[in-house]
Nanobody
Framework: QVQLVESGGGLVQAGGSLRLACAAS????????MGWYRQALGKQRELVAT???????DYADAVKGRFTISKDSVKKPVYLQMNSLKPEEAAVYYC?????????WGQGTQVTVSS
């Protein structure tokens, strides 16, 4: 099995920054990529950013230019640097790992943005 643990969430004022981290452990092998998703209260989970094993990144239009996803290697944490946060971006942020056509999820970390 694969375990994902997110950290770095918290309370930040609008316009502030947070850096989320996702640590993966367990039976990690042919990883296709990892990503961050978020789910606000009463809304569907949505993609924030992804990064493939080769380092190709993709972002939701809403976060382009403000968020950066990065990783050092397959077995190192994946980070999400979030700048200029907006109140509407308050949500539980989830880490995802895709391996052998299967997606694994972490438990999520809460991000609260005060206006």
């Amino acid at each position: 099995q694969v375990q994902l643990v997110e950290s770095g969430g918290g309370l930040v004022q609008a316009g502030g920054s947070l850096r989320l981290a996702c640590a993966a452990s367990g039976r990690i092998g042919s990883v296709h990529g990892m990503g961050w998703y978020r789910q606000a209260l009463g809304k569907q989970r949505e993609l924030v950013a992804t990064i493939t094993n080769s380092g190709t990144t993709d972002y939701a239009d809403a976060v382009k230019g403000r968020f950066t996803i990065s990783k050092d290697s397959v077995k190192k944490p994946v980070y999400l640097q979030m700048n200029s946060l907006k109140p509407e971006e308050a949500a539980v942020y989830y880490c995802q790992l895709v391996q052998r056509l299967r997606a694994y999820w972490g438990q999520g970390t809460q991000v609260t943005v005060s206006s």
